[in-house]
């Protein structure tokens, strides 16, 4: 049982931690569901009272903006631009950086992208 | 211990007159079991398919009744809430554990939802759109 309530306690820190965590500027390196090739871009993570704020740039230029949670120390993220919208769901790693899955509309599996922080 | 060396050497004479083929074949078999079962309360991945009845709140504090319908195409699960019978948002999946997280979009703007499953088969989640500073809720029951 204290193990039990120690686990329960750490996982709680733990999901505070990430919550606070998340905020900050990155480097991703992404590859495309299906296998349709990767991509590099820089991802900004700001917080905007509750929620969060993502920004993804390609070569400079704003490509996707999102709006993102905190759930279950999952940082989940909705994200849209002209051309489409989809879903990313990142869990945290130990030294800051993000594992993301994601997908789109008309996706049968998933792609992934990994954040690491500037 | 000595009950333990028992069970280990029988296991050992069992894996040689087997062969070791079948013991990675159960291997496999039982940690792909352990991945549809989650360790919450045994709501099972891939059930999630189907038509709910929802009950929210918006970020801004009123509430809301809609329906709900998910569906699962290959590893992506598409999502649509009916307002009074009516398409209101579209949204595409993704299971992640006992997480179920998608984003959505109409014609006014995008947002997320993250739902809980629960054993019971409702989803409880929490859900924000473009430009709000806070969460809603919504929780779905199966139909």
Known sequence: MRTLLLVAALTLVASFALAADVVGTYTGHGANPGGAGGYDCDVVVAK????????????????????????????????????????????????GSLDGVWTMPGATDLGTETLKRK | MRKLFACAAALAVLCAFMGCCKGIKDKVTKETKTLETTPGGGAVAGAIEGHYAAAGTNPDGSSYKCEVEIKKNGQAYPVAWYFDGKLAYEGTGILKGNTFVVGFINPQGYGVVAYDIKADGSLDGTWTGKGATTAGSEKLTKK
């Open chain 1, 48 to 95: 905007n009272g509750d929620v969060y704020s993502v920004q993804w740039y390609f070569g400079g230029n704003l490509g996707y903006d999102g709006v993102g949670i905190m759930k279950n120390g999952l940082f989940c993220v909705g994200f849209a631009s002209p051309q489409g919208y989809g879903v990313v769901v990142y869990t945290a790693n130990a030294d």
